[in-house]
Structure formats: C-alpha cells, structure tokens
C-alpha cells in the first residue's frame, strides 16, 4: 500500500471551475488587476473583509509558471456572539419602557439590535482564511483549495470583481456524482484510471436523511448493493488516481482530503535547502498532476454539459 504524504498540502479540497471559453489574460495583466484589490483587515464596523496576498511569502500576487497561475485570497470576519447582542437588546429594552413607561414595538427593537451589533462589533475577535486558487489559463481548469462552498463562492465573486472578463463558472458533468458512485459501487467496477478504496458514506432521501458510513471496509459488499436499492445515495467515495492521487468525491463533484502519494511524491525535492525551489517544484508539479486528473474525473461523470458562451 503506498505511503499518503502530507507534505504537499498546497490543495487538500477542492471546488472545480471551468474557464468556458479561451481568457486572453496574461500574467503581468492580472498581477496587476489583483494589486488594486490587496487584503486590507477589517475596520472597525466592517463584519468581513476580503483581497488577495500573495501565495508565498515576500512573492508577487500571482505565481506564475507558463499559464499556470496561484493566487491566495484572505477572508477576514468578524462575528459577535447572538447572546451578547441579546443581552444587550435587553438592556436597551428595560432602559426604554423606563423612560416611556410602555415596551418598545418591534421596529424600535429591531433598530436597537442593530444598534447592539454596531457596539460590539470592535470588539469581536476576527478570524482569518487564506484560500489558494489555482488557475490554468491554458486548458481552463480553476480550483479553490476549500471545503465550504460559501468561502468558493467569495473566491469567484473577488475573482470576478478583480477580472471582469472571467469566463468562469462551476464544472458540469452529464452524469450526477452520485447516480455514478452508485453504478460503480453496485457494479462493483471503477471507472478507466480510478480505484474505489474502502470508504463511502450513503444517505437516505426521507426527512431524516439516515446515515450509513463505511470505512476500512472492502466496499464490495451485499449490504451495500441493498442500501442503494432501496433508495440511498453515496454522498462520499474514497478512490485512487492512477496510484498517484488518493481523494474522496462528494455528491456536489468535490473533492476532499486530496493526498498526493509516492510516485509524486518522489519527483518532488521537499529536503531542499532552497524554500523558493521548493514551492516552485510543488507548484508545477501539483499543476501537472491536477491538469491530467481533473479531465479524468470528468470523463469518468459521462464528460461536460455544454456550457452557454456569451
């Protein structure tokens, strides 16, 4: 069994883009886009703030290898605790029918909740996340390295916001993410280039969406063959790429816990003493990996729907 190396960790979950049609952009173009939008933290009564940093330290705002590109947005929010602003309301409340010797109608307390939030707001601890994209202009992949599908949907609106002409909008796959997990667990045949490892999650349609997780399983398994005939769904599917990437798809076509292993591994230089060197081996290595994996994905999901080009 090969080794999961967790050195690479440059991409770990990924939301798929497309760039739908041929972007005439360059590098030294988008650097300078992305400089007129950098990272500036939060003031004192802004609840999030976003722009780009650069993806290594001390580097330009875009990482550039031939048209394969890195950019890191930060996101800064702020977010006072609903029982604060409560506590507060209250407060305001009690002092107001003590002056007017009746409580305060709906709309004034919804003015004093905002009012609470505005108070408290300086105060409120800020937290950060730097999120990588990845951006081949060439073949049109774009990649957000998160899990939280609201943090990609800010990457694209910055994205969108820095570089109006953007043409780029989620993959679309003719085949479902899940109604394929279900063919290739039932059939127990992975698709061209893939293997299924030992670990999926089904869900039920009915209300309360009941749960079956396997893991460390061998997933050819009866019991798992009947979950999906009688109306589950994979949601999560552990599997192997080509013995060089090992990930779990999602229902939603995401891919997480990305592990690059020891065929790749071995073509990157991590005890270099030069850091530049490494982060610019990982890169374009990384890259290339991505660049061959991601069209196999796609095939495997009865290739890409048409997109509209405007």
């Known amino acids: 069994m090969q080794q999961q190396h967790k050195g690479l960790t440059m991409f770990s979950n990924l939301h798929i883009y497309r760039l739908t049609r041929p972007w005439e952009m360059t590098a030294d173009r988008l650097e300078g886009l992305v400089e007129k939008r950098p990272f500036?933290?939060?003031?004192?009564?802004?609840m999030k703030s976003m722009g780009w940093v650069s993806p290594q330290d001390g580097g330009p705002l875009v990482h550039a290898q031939g048209r394969q590109w890195l950019?890191?947005?930060?996101?800064?929010?702020?977010?006072v605790p609903g029982e604060a602003i409560k506590k507060t309301v209250a407060e305001k409340s009690k002092d107001y029918e003590q002056r007017n010797g009746y409580k305060p109608a709906r709309k004034v307390l919804k003015e004093m909740k905002?009012?609470?939030l505005m108070e408290l707001l300086p105060r409120a601890f800020p937290k950060q996340a730097t999120i990588q994209v990845w951006i081949n202009a060439e073949d049109g992949w774009v990649a957000m390295n998160t899990s939280t599908p609201s943090k990609a949907d800010d990457v694209v609106s910055v994205l969108l916001q820095t570089a109006e002409t953007a043409p780029i909008c989620l993959v679309r796959t003719n085949q479902s993410p899940a109604q394929a997990m279900s063919d290739w667990l039932t059939s127990c045949e992975a698709p061209d280039h893939f293997t299924v490892d030992r670990e999926c999650e089904l869900k039920g349609t009915e209300e309360e969406k009941p749960t079956v997780k396997y893991s460390r399983l061998s997933l050819e398994r009866d019991e798992i063959r009947q979950h999906i005939e009688e109306g589950k769904r994979p949601t999560k599917l552990a599997m192997t790429w080509e013995d060089r990437v090992?990930?779990?798809l999602t229902d939603k076509l995401q891919v997480k816990k990305l592990t690059f292993l020891d065929a790749v591994m071995e073509e990157v230089n991590l005890d270099a003493e030069d850091a530049d060197a490494v982060f610019h081996s990982t890169f374009a290595i990384m890259a290339g990996e991505l660049s061959k994996f991601f069209p196999d994905l796609v095939e495997s999901l009865g290739?890409?729907?048409q997109y509209e080009i405007a």
């Open 303 to 305: 290739g890409e729907e």
């Open 114 to 116: 905002e009012e609470a």
């Open 246 to 248: 090992s990930f779990i």
């Open 40 to 46: 500036q933290p939060c003031g004192s009564q802004d």
């Open 71 to 79: 950019l890191s947005l930060r996101i800064e929010t702020k977010a």
